[in-house]
T-cell receptor
């Protein structure tokens, strides 16, 4: 059973508006969450992360929100730009800083930002 | 070269062939990973190496054989593959195998098994 779920396979947004990508998880032991972005013919690249001791982390146009009680996180992109069009993967890890570092990935959400 | 590189970028092979995928990281990391990405599925972790020692094998069939001769290089040897093994194979590295460590990915090898 999937431990990290991205239930929307795709999302289309107008340039300049907000993009909200959602991710749900089932494992309450996850304590670190990451978002990766992937362009075609390239590997995923790290975008932003959040530790479970926080509920928000912001980096420029990108903000990740974590709701531990709902086991839900979201990535907000404001304002969205055509260059943001890519597949976004949510990933989770448990035992932050410990000896096991496996990342569990969701299936990804394809974001299309239209000019 | 910077980051994580993978060769070849595309590979077509028959079920009786033997081929190898190569990954090299130029980041000074100590951990390396192989992932498989099939259509409409999450990235699946296959193998983890820490300081050239395999620390995880996620129930991967023996027709996939990893090799890590040093902390900068990782190979995936392929033999007698099946068509369902066609996928994007991604290599990644991280500073160490530790919870939450950011992993840096290569561009992947798109493998097609005929």
């Amino acid at each position: 059973d999937q431990q990290v779920k991205q239930n929307s396979p795709s999302l289309s947004v107008q340039e300049g508006r907000i993009s909200i990508l959602n991710c749900d998880y089932t494992n309450s032991m996850f304590d670190y969450f990451l978002w990766y972005k992937k362009y075609p013919a390239e590997g995923p690249t790290f975008l932003i992360s959040i530790s479970s001791i926080k509920d928000k982390n912001e980096d420029g146009r990108f903000t990740v929100f974590l709701n531990k009680s709902a086991k839900h996180l979201s990535l907000h992109i404001v304002p969205s730009q055509p260059g943001d069009s890519a597949v976004y993967f949510c990933a989770a890890s448990e035992n932050y800083g410990g000896s096991q570092g496996n990342l569990i990935f969701g299936k990804g959400t394809k974001l299309s930002v239209k000019p | 070269e910077t980051g994580v590189t993978q060769t070849p970028r595309h590979l077509v092979m028959g079920m009786t062939n033997k081929k190898s995928l190569k990954c090299e990281q130029h980041l000074g990391h100590n951990a390396m990973y192989w992932y498989k990405q099939s259509a409409k599925k999450p990235l699946e972790l296959m193998f983890v190496y820490s300081l050239e020692e395999r620390v995880e094998n996620n129930s991967v069939p023996s027709r996939f054989s990893p090799e890590c001769p040093n902390s900068s290089h990782l190979f995936l040897h392929l033999h007698t593959l099946q068509p369902e093994d066609s996928a994007l194979y991604l290599c990644a590295s991280s500073l160490e195998v530790a919870g939450g460590r950011e992993q840096f990915f290569g561009p992947g090898t798109r493998l097609t098994v005929l």
